[in-house]
């Protein structure tokens, strides 16, 4: 089946790490990716990880992969209130760069001072 | 930086009304999609061109929806006869082809009354 879940609420202190988790249903998934939306915007590609990676750094950005427990993390290292955004986990399957993408329910970040 | 670019940012349509959604994607992009997110739920595939022709498509894109690429430029997604239940945002993403990175334009948000 399609699924991908994610928690839909997370709300951290400035200046603090955020780890947003996702899980996903289907082990044939070739792409993960995570989404960032700031409200009334459209999807940002933050970043994206290939199956056969565990790990992928991009500045304040690590994706971790569990590919045994299909599941996805983001870590957002000194979470800064531009942070303030939902965090969308998506995949997609297949080789082709005609391949859809699955999306989770997006995780709400919010930031406290 | 190119990005895609999407008209209007807000189309409202009484209910059996036809409605073209339009979309600039990135200029030496060669693959075209269409998702749409109705408010509160999940981002949807609806549909995936390529090569002048649909690649993949939703079971969401029923006979009252249609794709086109008029011109060189243009993506269009044409609702035949509106009603109450495709009120949503509707993102338009390209890609290039050598990779998957799916890039999102800023969404039309069509509301049908």
């Given amino acids: ?113 | 930086e190119p990005e895609v670019t999407q008209t209007p940012s807000h189309q409202v349509t009484q209910m059996g009304q036809e409605v073209i959604l339009r979309c600039v994607p990135i200029s030496n992009h060669l693959y075209f999609y269409w998702y749409r997110q109705i408010l509160g739920q999940k981002v949807e595939f609806l549909v995936s061109f390529y090569n002048n022709e649909i690649s993949e498509k939703s079971e969401i894109f029923d006979d009252q929806f249609s794709v086109e690429r008029p011109d060189g430029s243009n993506f269009t997604l044409k609702i035949r006869s509106t009603k109450l239940e495709d009120s949503a945002m509707y993102f338009c993403a390209s890609t290039r082809g050598s990779s998957y990175e799916q890039y999102f334009g800023p969404g039309t948000r069509l509301t049908v009354t």
């Fill in chain 1, 1 to 113: 089946g399609e699924d991908v879940e994610q928690s839909l609420f997370l709300s951290v202190r400035e200046g603090d790490s955020s780890v947003i988790n996702c899980t996903y249903t289907d082990s044939s998934s070739t792409y993960l990716y995570w989404y960032k939306q700031e409200p009334g915007a459209g999807l940002q590609l933050l970043t994206y990880i290939f199956s056969n990676m565990d790990m992928k750094q991009d500045q304040r950005l690590t994706v971790l992969l569990n590919k045994k427990d299909k599941h996805l993390s983001l870590r957002i290292a000194d979470t800064q209130t531009g942070d303030s955004a939902i965090y969308f986990c998506a995949e997609s399957r297949g080789y082709s760069s005609a391949s859809k993408i699955i999306f989770g329910s997006g995780t709400r970040l919010s930031i406290r001072p």
